[in-house]
């Protein structure tokens, strides 16, 4: 390995918006985020799925399904035979 080219390596902590704190290693001495796993709704559960465009409601039309009682649909569609 040549010597010098590689960057310097330390200890140091991720600071969260949120106050967490996560320690690591990088070749910054100092990290600032403003989101990490702690408080991400993805990570937290607390994910809500936005429906742009009306695309669930257009799946359910496509295929002739019903948000309250999707089993009760398929008898219907057993007894109309083309």
Do not use: W
Not at 2 to 24: F, R, S
């Amino acid at each position: 390995m040549k010597a010098e080219i590689h960057p310097k390596y330390y200890d140091t902590k991720i600071h969260c918006a949120c106050g967490n704190e996560i320690p690591t290693r990088s070749t910054v001495k100092d990290l600032h985020v403003e989101i990490c796993s702690a408080c991400h709704p993805f990570f937290t559960g607390k994910q809500k799925l936005i429906d742009t465009a009306g695309r669930v409601e257009k799946f359910l039309k496509k295929y002739g399904m019903t948000q309250a009682t999707p089993a009760a649909a398929a008898p219907e569609k057993a007894g109309q035979k083309s």
